[in-house]
């Protein structure tokens, strides 16, 4: 069983504080970044502020909850809109183009990525996410690069070991983490059990003694 990009696990109060620290931290990382290469210009701190408005609005519903597909036709809305504004002499196929891949590319570093990090059940701690979804998300090339190795290979993702229940009778309340029950599992613990009780009287080591007397001179 695999979560798909309109699905996640439940948040804790932690985690919901990790990723707004990630969000912010990662947002003027990547606006120094930009500062750097540009010089001291208005610029670096408008990508800046893009860059947290798309983490926000990918990783939180109601967006979130859309289809994947759904998500990314969102991202090219939004980018075929941003070059619609800035470029004034930009034609129709031009701003389809750039909804297209600049929208594949936000879909990919702002919503993939920080979906396998925050929303897609791992072992990894919250301080290992943060550092991860920063480091991918302040360096769009090696996030679009993971991003996409794990759209085509599920890279860093695994079979869900646990489901997520909520009580009928509370439904209000915080959901409870159960294991998934799988028959495989349960039939190779009984023939472990079996094999385990067959070997139990194999063996002189292993012979149960006829008295005390006789256990203790074979010690």
Not at 82 to 110: E, P, Q, R
Request: charged fraction near 15%; charge should be neutral.
């Amino acid at each position: 069983m695999r979560l798909k990009l309109n699905q996640s696990i439940p948040w804790s109060g932690h985690e919901t504080e990790g990723f707004a620290i990630s969000a912010v931290l990662s947002s003027a990382l990547f606006s120094a970044l930009v500062w750097g290469l540009e010089g001291l210009t208005l610029h670096p701190v408008i990508m800046g502020l893009l860059m947290l408005f798309g983490i926000g609005l990918l990783n939180t519903p109601p967006i979130k909850r859309l289809p994947g597909f759904v998500q990314y036709l969102v991202c090219c809305g939004v980018a075929g809109l941003l070059n619609a504004l800035t470029d004034k002499y930009a034609s129709g196929m031009s701003v389809f183009l750039s909804g297209v891949t600049g929208g594949f590319s936000a879909f990919c570093v702002l919503r993939v990525n920080w979906w396998t990090w925050w929303d897609y059940p791992s072992r990894r701690t919250i301080g290992q996410r943060m550092a991860a979804s920063i480091f991918f998300t302040a360096i769009p090339l090696l996030g679009l690069g993971m991003a996409v190795w794990r759209l085509v290979f599920g890279i860093g993702q695994h079979d869900v070991t646990t489901q997520f229940v909520v009580d009928p009778a509370t439904p209000s309340a915080k959901p409870l983490e159960t294991i998934i029950e799988e028959p495989a599992l349960e039939e190779h613990a009984r023939r472990m059990t079996a094999i385990r009780a067959g070997q139990a009287g194999l063996g002189s080591g292993r012979m149960p003694a006829e008295s005390k007397a006789e256990t203790s001179e074979s010690i």
